[in-house]
């Protein structure tokens, strides 16, 4: 059962940025860690982000130092603050989480929510 949100996707010059929004519906926000997630087309999806329970937060090697993930207890919402994008960040990002660390590090979800499209124009 998905119980994630994205939003904030959309399209792009290269060099600017995008907010993406990952709400949580369920009762376990505090506990859990989030991932981010993006599948460009024809590739396999790969982590672009991931930040635990207690907000310690480890970046894929495409993150390159641009993005930068964060949680807001109070909203139950995670966000990816991508900036320099650049045209090979266009795929079609995800969010999920788990209470597992492992789980969301090696993105052995079950199910996956429809992702954010963001589109990154040279």
């Known amino acids: 059962q998905v119980q994630v949100a994205e939003s904030g996707g959309g399209l792009v010059q290269a060099g600017g940025s995008l907010r993406l929004s990952c709400a949580y519906s369920g009762n376990t926000f505090d506990d859990n860690a989030f991932g981010w997630y993006r599948q460009a087309p024809g590739t396999q999806r790969e982590m672009v982000a991931f930040?635990?329970?207690?907000?310690?937060?480890h970046y894929g090697n495409s993150a390159g130092g641009r993005f930068t993930i964060s949680r807001d207890g109070a909203k139950n919402t995670v966000f990816l603050q991508m900036n320099n994008l650049k045209p090979e960040d266009t795929g079609v990002y995800y969010c999920?989480?788990?209470?597992?660390?492992?789980?969301?590090?090696?993105?052995?979800?079950?199910?996956w929510g429809p992702g954010t499209q963001v589109t990154v124009s040279s």
């Open positions: 999920n989480t788990d209470f597992l660390i492992a789980t969301v590090f090696d993105a052995k979800f079950t199910s």
């Open positions: 930040i635990s329970s207690g907000g310690t937060t």
